[in-house]
């Protein structure tokens, strides 16, 4: 029997599963994919994994995976309401969206890919679809080989960011840079899920999840760091070195925009009555910060909606009914509040220590675990790197290993398998 869809725009082919299954209850199917990932072990790993700040930092209040996550689909899910698409399409793959990132973020992300150079890389964003489809342990194909949370297709399509292999990305096919979506022994499921649809189009529903992401840290991180001081309002505010602060937004922003673009979007957003001049961390500063994070998420979630649905000139904009559309002048508006957090924290000089540090110390526990073989691999890992019919496929085992650990739970192994005991 087909799956069934009561909401406009979606098919029985969107909620197919890898595996089929016959289910009793009032659950739609996109409702109990929401529901799969909430109780997935590998979302639960995110309250301990590195959003900007790394939980080890012992900065309590400051933003992790999970809360980033939940926050990302909030505001998805709000999209997708004045979108008319699927809002538990559109918030799970907001939930899921981060669940590849390995301990320490991005910079963990560096360190693990240059690990895989040559069995084909890391990424973070592939390394999620992996969980979903591999990785994650609650149903199995009839040849006993495990599926993941055998998500529908419309949610697996919509939790794919980058839909093409690191190969398209390298020739240059495709934007974003060396992102991609799948590893090669990935293939199969990444061509069911995409199946009909356009090439290296994502569907609106990834769209919609990508603009969340970007708004949700945009803001957020920018408003972690003053809260943890690593940006001084009164220091933006006066202007100081502002010149050099733009150039240094633009290059973090890879060109998409002039100096005189972003300078212009720095303006309009310091003109807001929320925007702070200074920062003692009185209930008043926290109060007009947090008013000025909802202003900036409402301001570019409602021009976003208004520019898509001018476009969509009332076409139905589910799967691949119509695209997403920010207004230029919100993606620069993004773009400086992503550069003052990179400037001032991500590419700040006093960082870059421990970023070496965390980076030596993932490679060096990548290492030792492939010198010891699958002894010290934990049960599920062990068996992956047993019956690897490769050596590629037997370090992808480790890559896994890592890529799930925690930021404390990367410290706490390395102090185990490669720190030299102290006397």
Sequence with gaps: ???????????????????????????????????????????????????????????????????????????????????GLSQDVVDTACLAHDLGHPPFGHNGEKALDEWAAGIGGFEGNAQTLRILTRLEPKHFGPSGESVGLNLTRATLDASCKYPWALEEAQAGGASGGTKFGYFADDAPVFEWLRQGAPARRKCVEAQVMDLSDDIAYSVHDFEDAIVSEHIDPELLTSRSG???????????????????????????????????????????????????????IGRFARAAIAATLEEADGRPLARYGADIVVPREIQAEIAVLKGIVAAFVMQSGRRQPTYRRQRGLLIELLHTLWETGPSELEPAYAADFRSAASEAAARRAVLDQVASLTDQSAIAWYRRLCDVPLV
Excluded: C
């Design 242 to 296: 502002h010149a050099v602060l733009i150039g240094s937004v633009a290059e973090w922003a890879d060109g998409r925009f002039t100096p005189d673009d972003l300078s212009a979007a720095y303006d309009r957003m310091s003109a807001s009555e929320t925007w702070l001049t200074r920062w003692d961390g009185s209930r008043r500063d926290q109060a007009k910060l947090k008013n000025f994070t909802s202003e900036m």
């Design 1 to 83: 029997m087909a799956p069934t869809v009561a909401e406009p725009g979606y098919g029985p082919r969107d909620a197919e599963r890898f595996v089929p299954e016959h289910h009793r209850g009032p659950r739609s199917d996109f409702a109990r994919d929401r529901a799969r990932v909430l109780h997935s072990s590998g979302w639960r790993r995110l309250a301990a994994k590195t959003q900007v700040l790394s939980p080890t930092a012992g900065v309590d209040f400051a933003r992790n995976r999970l809360t980033h996550s939940l926050e990302v689909a909030q505001i998805g899910r709000e999209l997708a309401a004045s979108l």
